[in-house]
């Protein structure tokens, strides 16, 4: 089974702060994925990763960046958290192009005070 | 880009009734969609798919639709239990890198 991991499932955090959220999955994917689910706005994508290094922004870039410098672990970085970041944040991985199925890990709920 | 939308937002039936998800997408360039239900606090993962070269999938209770004239697909649930009260994602993909899901449906079983 593909196992995408999210170290963190609750977080707590202040306004102002530095936050990381870390994902590994174990399956050697190319693609990877951080996605922000909020009610009645589904799952919203923040930014991907085809390859070690590289990053391509996704429809809610701002307040956010992103690391790859290892294939199998994609880091969503807040560098100044604010109270509109509160949310679950849903790291994916899939295979490589054309193979399509997307495997999520189990989230990180994130509460910005 | 794509643009996935999906009714109804949220859904009621009562058990043993059949339960019907729509969506509609705009780019004709999508050739891969899934279908995710996602369990109270737990991760979205797949329950059926289907790509555009086919127009009906199933899988026991629950099967999937595919117009790719009209752009829409959807997701039938028969015999619904308690067990299917979810909530659950649509998703077109382009190419197999850019996944555009629905907004969700609650689905509620009322036994």
């Known amino acids: 089974d593909v196992k995408v991991t999210q170290s963190s499932r609750y977080l707590v955090k202040r306004t102002g702060e530095k936050v990381f959220l870390e994902c590994v999955q174990d399956?050697?994917?190319?693609?990877m994925f951080w996605y922000r689910q909020d009610p009645g706005l589904g799952l919203r994508l923040i930014y991907f990763s085809y390859d070690v290094k590289m990053k391509e922004k996704g429809d809610i870039p701002e307040g956010y960046s992103v690391s790859r410098e290892k294939k199998e672990r994609f880091s969503l970085i807040l560098e100044s958290a604010s109270t509109n970041q509160t949310s679950m944040y849903l790291c994916?991985?899939?295979?490589?192009?054309?193979?399509?199925?997307?495997?999520f890990g189990e989230g990180s709920w994130l509460t910005v005070v | 880009g794509e643009n996935v939308e999906q009714h109804p937002s949220t859904l009621s039936v009562q058990e043993g009734d059949s339960a019907v998800i729509k969506c509609t997408y705009s780019?004709?360039?999508?050739?891969?969609f899934p279908w995710y239900k996602q369990e109270l606090g737990k991760r979205p993962q797949l329950i059926i798919d289907i790509r555009s070269n086919v127009g009906e999938k199933k899988d026991q209770r629950i099967a999937v639709t595919l117009n790719k004239t009209a752009k829409h697909f959807s997701l039938h649930i028969t015999e619904t239990q308690p067990e299917d009260s979810a909530v659950y994602f649509c998703a077109a993909i382009i190419a197999g890198n850019q996944f555009y899901f629905g907004t969700g449906t609650s689905l509620t079983v009322i036994p």
């Open positions: 780019d004709s360039a999508s050739n891969y």
């Open positions: 994916a991985s899939s295979l490589s192009v054309g193979q399509n199925t997307i495997y």
């Open positions: 399956m050697d994917h190319e693609n």
